[in-house]
């Protein structure tokens, strides 16, 4: 007896669960993580494939930072400036009219930095998530996060690598390691 479990054909996916994957065009689902890779599905075409870690690296969605002229904004940020700015989408082979587009919809994005092939990703990042249906929001936790970083104040690298150094006149010295004597082959 053949047992077929019906599975809804729209589930709604959480932005925090999308991945983009290099050396492999478009956006995933992370389904789930495994010590040597990840388990992931196209949100094209809804294939799932397993990719190795060895080969591919993951990049969250929601870690993705854009610099600005600024201070770096998260990509939600420039999705979110994409969608409600109500200009259409440029055809993403017209490399001035992406500039043109994001001059526009977000001038603050550093354009010696951010260069037209990220831009052209952008905008097909944003077609791709829109026709799937996901919502384009960070997670509770991250947006936590954000809110209390000038609250709790806690020491940056470059401060935690600045007290840890100590002045060499401090630091005692090391003798260099001696090695034992190499044993003389018998005969």
Known sequence: MWLYLATPKFIA???NRIVAVTGMPGLYEMVSSKSDGALVR?????VT???SSRVHNLSHLESIEVYTVRDNVN?????NAMKNSGEAL?????NKAIKAYFEKVYP???FERVYAS???KMIKWLEVLQKSGVEIKLS?????????EGENETPTVETVTAEAETPAEEAPAKAPRKRAPKKKAEE
């Open 49 to 51: 494939k397993f990719v």
């Open 90 to 94: 440029p055809d993403v082979k017209d």
């Open 108 to 110: 603050d994005l550093d």
């Open 75 to 79: 990509l939600v940020d420039i999705f």
């Open 118 to 120: 990220d831009m052209k």
């Open 13 to 15: 996916m959480e932005y």
């Open 42 to 46: 196209s949100l094209e075409d809804n």
């Open 140 to 148: 509770e936790q991250q947006e936590e996060d954000e809110e209390g």
